[in-house]
C-alpha cells in the first residue's frame, strides 16, 4: 500500500534527527519488506518461514507507528518452516488486522500470525483483538480487494481445496479471525546460500 510507504518514510523522516538508531532498524525493516514484496512477482512460492519474516518486518514498521498500542506474536513450529507458501499470501490478512482491527481501537491490541498442520492440511491463521467485524466495517472496498486477492490465489493454486474463512473471534478478547486452510504441499529443501 502506498499509504503504508508514505507514512513509514515520514516517520523516518522524524526518527532520523531523534533516534537514529532506530531509524536504521525501522529502514533495515522496510528495505527487507520491499525487498520481499518485488521478489515475490518473480517465484511461486516460498517457505513459510520467509512468510514469517516479512511479517514480522511489515509488523515491525507498523509498531514504530503504533507504539505500545500494537503487541505482536508470531506462532511457527519448526516443521512447518520449511513448507512452501504463495509468497505475501498473508499479507493483505495482516494489513486488514492492522487497518480495520488494531489501529481504529484506541487502546490497539494484539495480532496473532500462527500455523498448525491440520490432518493433511495447513491451517494459516491471521487474529487481532481489535474493533471486530462489525465495528471495522469489513465491506469496504480496499477489505474486499484483498480478501477477494487471497481467495482468488487459493482457488488458482488449490481449486476446491482451499479456502478463506473472516469471522468474528469466538472469545472474550474480540477481533477478527481470519484462517486459511489449504493443502499440505511438500516442504521445500534447505537453502544453499553461502
Known amino acids: ?14 526518527l532520523i534527527g531523534l533516534e537514529p538508531a532506530r531509524a536504521q532498524e525501522m529502514l533495515d525493516h ?3 519488506f520491499l525487498r520481499a514484496t518485488l521478489n515475490a512477482s518473480r517465484t511461486e512460492a516460498h517457505p513459510l518461514a520467509t512468510e514469517f519474516e516479512r511479517i514480522a518486518d511489515y ?13 505482536v506474536r508470531l506462532d511457527l513450529p519448526d516443521d512447518l518452516r ?13 494489513e486488514n488486522a492492522i487497518k480495520h482491527g488494531l489501529e481504529p481501537h484506541v487502546q490497539g491490541g494484539q495480532i496473532t500470525v500462527s500455523a498448525r498442520r ?11 483483538t481489535g474493533q471486530g467485524l462489525v465495528e471495522a466495517a469489513v465491506d469496504t472496498q480496499a477489505t474486499q ?12 493454486l488449490y481449486g476446491q481445496a ?3 474463512s473472516l469471522q468474528g473471534a ?25
Do not use: C, W, Y
Not at 490432518?119 to 494459516?124: A, C, F, P, Q, T
Not at 472469545?171 to 537453502?191: H, I, K
Open 170 to 194: 469466538p472469545d472474550e478478547s474480540g477481533g477478527t479471525l481470519a484462517s486459511v486452510r489449504m493443502p499440505m504441499p511438500m516442504p521445500l529443501p534447505p537453502s544453499k546460500e553461502p
Open 82 to 94: 520449511t513448507v512452501p507458501v504463495p509468497p505475501l499470501l498473508l499479507q493483505p490478512l495482516v
Open 162 to 164: 482451499a479456502a478463506l
Open 118 to 128: 491440520e490432518g493433511s492440511d495447513l491451517v494459516l491463521i491471521v487474529r487481532d
Open 145 to 156: 480487494f484483498g480478501l477477494s486477492q487471497v481467495r482468488q490465489r487459493l482457488a488458482t
Open 59 to 71: 509488523l515491525a514498521l507498523m509498531g514504530v507507528r503504533m507504539g505500545p498500542r500494537l503487541q
Open 30 to 32: 522496510l528495505i527487507h
Open 1 to 14: 500500500e502506498p499509504h503504508m510507504i508514505f507514512n513509514t518514510l515520514a516517520n523516518l523522516r522524524v
